[in-house]
């Protein structure tokens, strides 16, 4: 992990093998980020994805270790019982260029991942909500 | 409908029913934006998408009424006829966290949608461009 | 190639046949833009993906000649031996709603794309990296 802040953007490079979630969650808490959100490709060679289901309020997941491109990474960064929360979805691409996409529930970096993450003055946290099954923005 | 003002960024969470762009579209009217770019994540219980032919000036279209995962929603606010224009393309995935993409028409929220919106000063119009078929930016 | 600057962003129109990585690249030579990011959405009437497997540094690639709607382009904007230096990845869907994704190396506008780009004050170089066989950020 390395980064440079230019603006109100940190640049932020992560590199082979690192754990994308645990290494921002990490970078948050060390520069004391508790709002943002942050956007990002790269690639993984591993990645454990969910999809939900709110009638059932089940998720389903995949683990899946192979080269994949990150075509897309969009995440928000929020609190709750004041630690760092990230909220991730991310959109992969493997060697037949066939995408595969979801909710990120964690992904070990492939060759980098190049991460745009601005951060926001102020704070905003999460509540679980029995009605959907999740931890929902307390807006 | 809920939304928080921090720095020049608006986070927005819809919730389970409501419709993406009508939302963000009332949202955009109701705070006076009339220029800006937002991103989300979250999920659909019924999307709408299209994809547009240059050539013959044609748009199909799908209506998909399942559990969606939002991994990527991309959009841009402008004016034409001095009302709010949304353009909005989104990638989801599905159960088997295959990825299904195109040009929003409108989606239904499933357990959530949370939504990063900018405001740009100014004003940005849209026209008719004959020779494309599309309301192209007028810059 | 049309833009106008509202805020830090620059809103950008490319037309049909423009290619969106000659044209950026282009754009930054001629705005002085050394550092930054973009997003964007509209669509190619062709694109080259790449994907890379790091284990063995080799890109495997596939050039696609049919309408194709872009749902997301992300990209980043440095710099390698004083010249300007892209980096994007793509997500993008056919006629049937199917994603398709990869490393861009280079598309061609099919009716229209609208960029985001946002500049950010610095530069940030990038440095070949043996190990990883790739040009890596240099922070």
Redo the contacts between chains.
Sequence with gaps: M???K????Y?V?LD?GEKILEAIKDFCNKNQIK?G?F???G?L?EAE?A?????NKKY?S?LLKQ?L????L???ITTMDNEVYL?????????????????LKEGVV???C?I?L?E???T?NRKYEQK???N??D?
Excluded at 6 to 9: D, G, K, P
Excluded at 69 to 72: A, G, V
Aim: aromatic content about 6%.
């Design positions: 390395r980064f440079k230019l603006n109100e953007a640049i490079r082979r709002c959100y956007f990002g490709i690639s060679d994805l999809h939900y289901i709110v009638n389903t995949e080269p491109e990150i075509t897309n969009t995440g928000n909220h991730c979805h991310i959109t992969l691409s493997d060697v037949n260029m066939e995408a595969i996409a979801g909710h492939g060759a980098t190049e745009i601005t926001l003055n102020g905003i959907i099954g999740l929902l923005l807006l």
